[in-house]
T-cell receptor, first 114, second 115 residues
């Protein structure tokens, strides 16, 4: 069975600091990778996704993620965070070629301070 | 485009009572999902429908949970009887297709508290 690990449960940053959130998955086959975000009081929404091709994926609001197959990782990055990035971030994976069942990590709560 | 709608948004019940949640997916989306998100954890898939047929219900506790999707549109998830450990947010999502690359769009969720 596939699983997803997010190592940072809570992260606190000052505005303009750089962000990197770790995500590792365990699955021997081909996967599709996602980052979802949940802003306070809002529902889960897609931030970015990787299926194939260029391993550096750009998403909304200046976020990007890099797929490193050899490390089974899909880390999320942003060069300069804003107060409005305060949210919970979830890494998720689906099994390529199978159904569309998302397996989520436990999430990282990011707080950006002014 | 209207998003995924869920109701109620909050529900408080006592253990052993029954409860039902409703979901209306994005218009035209063939695939519908129910996830359970326990506090401090990521969402976990309970059941996936393709039109009105079940694709995956391997993680649905079938002794107490049931779900249906009549006419391939709206869906209802029921818990009977509820246990304390069922306290969670129940998320509904939909996607246009079943394929593993298809984006899932989530509703606001129903927060269930079992006392």
């Amino acid at each position: 069975a596939q699983s997803v690990s997010q190592h940072n449960h809570h992260v606190i940053l000052s505005e303009a600091a750089s962000l990197e959130l770790g995500c590792n998955y365990s699955y021997g086959g081909t996967v599709n990778l996602f980052w979802y975000v949940q802003y306070p009081g809002q529902h889960l929404q897609l931030l970015l996704k990787y299926f194939s091709g260029d391993p550096l994926v750009k998403g909304i609001k200046g976020f990007e993620a890099e797929f490193i197959k050899s490390k089974f990782s899909f880390n999320l990055r942003k060069p300069s965070v804003q107060w409005s990035d305060t949210a919970e971030y979830f890494c998720a994976v689906t099994n390529a070629g199978g159904g569309n069942k998302l397996t989520f990590g436990t999430g990282t709560q990011l707080k950006v301070e002014l | 485009e209207a998003g995924v709608a869920q109701s109620p948004r909050y529900k408080i019940i006592e253990k052993r009572q029954s409860v039902a949640f409703w979901c209306n997916p994005i218009s035209g989306h063939a695939t519908l999902y129910w996830y359970q998100q326990i506090l401090g954890q990521g969402p976990k898939l309970l059941i996936q429908f393709q039109n009105n047929g079940v694709v995956d219900d391997s993680q649905l506790p079938k002794d107490r949970f049931s779900a249906e999707r009549l006419k391939g549109v709206d869906s209802t998830l029921k818990i009977q009887p509820a246990k304390l450990e069922d306290s969670a947010v129940y998320l509904c999502a939909s996607s246009g297709r079943e394929g593993s690359t298809d984006t899932q769009y989530f509703g606001p969720g129903t927060r269930l508290t079992v006392l």
